[in-house]
């Protein structure tokens, strides 16, 4: 999975229902915000314990390499620097709402202490959780500074009615000092017109201090997915073995499909058939009315087992589509559908044989949702080439409702189009329309 699909936008539940009152003003008050105002003020300490360590590290392996020691005291405190971004990681996942899947471990290639220092020194994650340790504490400087002065500057001035009487009680001063200077003069906020006014100088900077944490927030996360997490390398390895995983488990459910459909269909009535004119032979001497009666049933079940074994070769791949390419194949099954279908198909050229075939195969179990599910009065098939990918677009008038898993199958089709780097995408409102859009790469 890449690293975008690890960031989930992480609210309360309270947080993530339908408000009347606008983002904007709301955001001071959100539990996000706090969360986050509270992960930039442990940045600092932590970031500054980081930093320290780091150069140390870093230095006194340096100071170490004319000696055999410096090596294993750098791999040593990159592995502590790994250790310090798992922290860090799960950190951001209870503050931030960043879940960011751990990086590759280190895989030695031997045994020994020297396998293991080796594998660390060679390992990108090390490097970069070290870089992370030097690079943080500059900007949770920054972030805590000034975040913390604005955050605090705002509530306090907000809440200034309430505290206001501090001043004359206890401070012999009727208010927070503006101005003053050697001559004894001196402005105060103690009316209420200036009361009021510097609360709502506090709302405008509270609301402004709570975008800034906001993006302050940000900024971490990008710096904590980009060099904590798993490199883009590792990433799309991981998407290629699970993607791999899906096509293997698609080929053998297809086989098994297959052995199903000869087994139960065509090959039982071969086997009849190969029976009936058996005995036929037997009586083609003694009663020929009997044997040509068999012959001809055998003829019938000649007739029904090559039009199964025709079904059957259409399933696996249909002859149409080799010949004719996707505009006849889907019209086709759009013709067999059990509501009226309109097809558009505008294409350049044919894309590869492979992503035809699981175009094909995508519309037409889209088309037999409908007719099972959607009670549709009309449908459509729209394909298209848009910027090197394949756009498959169905839809359908229906009672709407559809989703990935709802058990129609979509599920399993986003599974097989995925395998491809393909993306599926469903609108289906309770109500309908329904619009499912596949994408393909073309690979023409």
């Not at 393909?422 to 409102?429: E, K, Q, T």
């Amino acid at each position: 999975m890449a690293t975008d699909h690890h960031t989930a936008d992480w609210r309360d539940r309270r947080e993530s229902r339908p408000h009347l009152v606008p983002p904007v003003l709301r955001a001071p008050f959100e539990g996000r915000t706090w969360r986050e105002f509270g992960h930039l003020m442990l940045s600092l300490p932590i970031s500054i314990a980081l930093f320290v360590f780091a150069m140390v590290t870093v230095s006194l392996s340096a100071g170490l390499l004319v000696t055999f020691l410096g090596i294993p005291v750098l791999a040593a405190g990159l592995a502590a620097c790994r250790g310090f971004g798992a922290l860090e990681r799960a950190r951001a996942r209870a503050l931030l709402g960043l879940d960011v899947g751990s990086p590759e471990p280190v895989r030695p290639q031997g045994k020994g202490m020297m396998a293991w220092v080796g594998a660390v020194l060679k390992s990108g994650t090390s490097w970069r959780n070290l870089l992370y340790a030097l690079l943080h504490l500059p900007w949770a400087v920054t972030a805590f500074a000034v975040s913390l002065t604005f955050w605090v500057t705002g509530w306090s001035l907000l809440t200034y009615p309430l505290w206001q009487w501090v001043f004359p009680t206890y401070g012999s001063n009727p208010g927070i000092q503006v101005y003053g200077d050697s001559r004894g003069e001196a402005f105060y906020l103690d009316t209420p017109f200036e009361i009021a006014g510097a609360s709502a100088a506090g709302l405008a900077t509270v609301l402004v201090s709570a975008w800034l944490i906001r993006g302050f927030a940000q900024v971490d996360r990008l710096m904590v997915s980009g060099l904590l997490g798993p490199s883009r390398l590792a990433t799309r390895v991981v998407e290629l073995e699970s993607d791999r995983g899906v096509v293997v488990d698609t080929a053998a459910a297809d086989l098994r499909r297959i052995e199903r459909d000869l087994h139960d269909g065509a090959q039982a009535r071969l086997v009849a058939l190969a029976m009936d004119l058996g005995l036929a032979k037997e009586k083609l001497l003694e009663d020929p009315d009997a044997a040509a009666a068999m012959v001809d049933e055998a003829h019938g079940e000649v007739k029904l087992a090559l039009q199964e074994l025709r079904d059957l070769a259409r399933g696996i791949h249909p002859a149409v589509l080799t010949d004719r390419g996707l505009n006849a194949a889907l019209s086709s099954i759009a013709a067999r559908c059990a509501v009226p279908v309109t097809v558009e198909v505008d294409l350049p050229a044919r894309p590869a044989p492979a992503i035809e075939g699981i175009a094909y195969f995508t519309v037409s179990e889209l088309l037999q949702n409908i007719s099972k599910h959607a009670r549709a009065r009309r449908a459509s098939v729209d394909v298209w080439h848009s910027q090197g990918r394949l756009m498959l677009q169905v839809t359908d008038d229906g009672q709407g409702g559809a989703d990935l898993t709802s058990g129609t199958g979509l599920g399993g089709l986003a599974e097989r189009l995925g395998a491809v780097d393909g993306v599926l995408a469903v609108d289906s409102p309770v109500g309908g329309p329904t619009t499912v859009t596949a994408e393909l790469p073309w690979r023409g």
